[in-house]
């Protein structure tokens, strides 16, 4: 659906991913509301978001035009943000059956073939990240 590649566990009705031409950002919640009106703003939309809120941390869904981060301050600063960029493996997806433990749910639904830049995505991250003392 919404051209994702999907595929359904007959056992537990986990619905995951392949990780590929649909990649993921992972960051948390506080960070991720700042990032999504940042781009609501630039009107770039629809943005398909899962919410672990649990975990309190949110998953865009995005194109795989991420390339590989060079600098290693910036590799740090994503990492001390708890930024994950999913090239690879599983994405799992919100069922529609009820979940109670609340692990996944859809915070913007898919309702469509698009998907935002994930380049764009890491851009905007950086943006509402707290500048470093040593810039």
Known sequence: MCSLP???DPATGRITMQAGFVGAVMMPTDLAQRV???LDFRGLAPLPIIGHPRARMWTFLVRSDIRPIGDPADV???WQARVV????GDIALPSP???TLMVRTWV???ISKFRPSGA???ECVRDCLPQSSSR
Not at 85 to 88: H, L, P, Q, Y
């Open 6 to 8: 999907t595929v359904i």
């Open 36 to 38: 999504k009106s940042t």
């Open 76 to 78: 740090a600063r994503l």
């Open 85 to 88: 960029v999913i090239r690879d």
């Open 97 to 99: 059956a009820p979940d």
């Open 108 to 110: 913007s639904p898919a």
């Open 120 to 122: 764009v995505i890491l």
